[in-house]
């Protein structure tokens, strides 16, 4: 663990994982859209589920999930090389598309995000988001939490800034809050938001309530928390 930095003036977040229960908010919304790439197969819609990191024995997502650590260009890509069909760039905006109409019905919080929120902002810290998800629909999910407006800066497999773990939204970041690189913190549950923080040369925080995981994510991290209301 390092020492705290004497001054964090900015936070910027991981989405999925760390503001966003990714299981009650993914499962279903993947679904749909496997059960559209395999053309109604049941059966088919499954594998490709499984093809990117669904565990169907324990109805969750493995933690290195393919899914959850790639854009969904790259999922799209994966479901039509598996039903053996070429892939197309129509194919990514149509899985972008279906996952923004299914994902706004399930998506919940991590904790009492609102509250957690309103405590950062009561202390004057900025805050953003930066996903592997698309901007729009990141923005959307925050919205429909009732802490869209909280968020000045999100970033997301699309854009404005390359994708996590480029560092350039760290940077883009701190020149949006006024601070320096190293007076933001980068908090998430992956070793690609870490990589993010070391990168871009922030305060790494880790977030996780598994012990497994922990164990992995701690070296990569200055801190380790159980859950953002730990902040």
Known sequence: MSVLPAR?????????GTLVDFDRTWAGTMMAGARDFAGGDEALALRLCEAVGWDSARAT????????????????????????KPFTAHDAGR?????????LGSVSPLGDLAAVVARLRARGLVLGVATNDSRVSAEQQLLALGVGEAFVFVTGYD??????????????????????PEEIAVVGDSDNDMKLARAGGAFAVAVTADEG???VLAPLADVTIGSIDEL
Request: net charge positive; charged share 20%; hydrophobic share 50%.
């Open 8 to 16: 964090i003036c900015a936070v910027l977040f991981d989405k999925d």
């Open 61 to 84: 997502f493995a933690p290195d999930a393919f899914f959850a650590n790639n854009p969904n260009a790259a999922i799209a890509a994966r479901w039509r090389a598996l039903a053996g």
């Open 95 to 103: 899985l972008d598309a279906i996952f923004a109409r299914a994902i």
């Open 159 to 180: 854009g404005p800034c390359p994708p996590k773990p480029d560092p350039t939204a760290v940077r883009e970041f701190a020149r949006l809050a006024g601070c320096r």
């Open 213 to 215: 995981h922990r164990a």
